[in-house]
């Protein structure tokens, strides 16, 4: 089963957009020389910004795999999905659960632009792309029940979104609310920009990023775990997204830590 949801939204190619600038870093071609000019801005100061990107994917692909093994969740709503790039969720969930259900969520119109390959799934499951804002959690919750069964356990995923919402624009609050809609059992997957490890560049970054008319926030550890309140942390907790369940072999994570966290909670 696949839909969407139109809104006619324009795509602003005059500043950058944090969709199509990680798109950059990923080496994607769907961004605009504003992105790259940023993009560029950022590796000037911040070398291995590209490969934090890299690990923030891959971060997502081992979460959505060690949730599906460990909780046996099959129903995934991830906001802040981003521009498709595979293997995207629903491909993970699906190969190893064909009948897993996923809602993605964006609010960039490029995303909706692209948003038909996130839904080419088994027809065993089902995917929906919903257009919203992540300020609006009461509208995307309302989107995403004709898809997902909130009876029952929900991987909530907030992947490298919340740094570009801050505390006083409603971040708690609308983490509060989402994982409030959740039944017991279910769990947030969360990764987010930290200045913990290396803080002067990140500072940089922040000030590239606001420079260009993007809100971005870097959180501490103490203050990541302020959104997993009520929750019991898997292991090993809030961790550099390469120490979160390290793959191995060929695709073990190259380098040292990254600047952002990760983490899986449940809800009791
Ligand atoms: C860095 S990308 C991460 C994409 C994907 N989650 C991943 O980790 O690979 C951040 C995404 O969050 C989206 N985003 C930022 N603020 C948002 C908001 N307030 N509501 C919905 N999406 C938002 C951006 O458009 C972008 O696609």
Redesign the pocket.
């Known amino acids: 089963m696949t839909e969407t949801e139109s809104a006619g939204r324009r795509i602003d190619t005059s500043r950058p ?6 798109d950059w870093f ?1 080496g994607g071609k769907d961004n605009y020389p504003v992105d790259e000019e940023l993009g560029r801005r950022i590796t000037s100061m911040q070398a291995d910004a590209p490969r934090h ?1 890299r690990a ?2 891959r ?2 692909e081992r979460a959505t795999r060690v949730v599906l093994r460990e909780t046996g969740i099959r129903q995934f709503l ?6 498709p ?1 595979e293997p995207n ?1 629903h491909q993970i969930a699906q190969s190893v659960a064909p009948d897993a259900r996923v809602v993605y ?4 119109p ?2 909706l632009a692209h948003a038909k390959a996130l839904l080419h799934g088994t027809p065993e499951g089902a995917t929906r792309y919903v257009q ?5 959690p009461e509208r995307i919750l309302e989107g995403a029940a004709s898809v997902l069964d909130f009876d029952r356990p929900v991987a909530l ?5 919340l ?3 801050a505390d006083e ?1 409603g971040a708690h609050e609308l983490v509060d609310t989402l994982v409030d809609a959740l039944t017991p059992g279910s769990c947030l997957v969360l ?1 987010a920009m930290t200045a913990d490890f290396d803080p002067e560049n990140v500072r940089k970054g922040i000030a590239a990023y606001t420079a260009s008319g993007v ?1 971005l926030v870097a959180r501490s550890h103490a203050e990541i775990g302020r959104f997993f309140k009520g929750l019991d942390l898997m292991e090993p907790g809030i961790v550099s997204l390469t120490d979160w369940h390290p793959s191995a072999g060929e695709d073990a994570e190259e380098g040292g830590p990254v600047s952002l966290y990760g983490a899986v909670g449940i809800k009791r």
């Open positions: 957009h944090p969709a199509r600038v990680y990923l990107a923030n994917r971060f997502m991830d906001i802040g999905s981003g521009i790039t969720l969520v964006d609010n960039d490029i995303v919203a804002d992540a300020r609006e995923s907030l992947i490298a979104l740094h570009f919402v624009d990764s809100t």
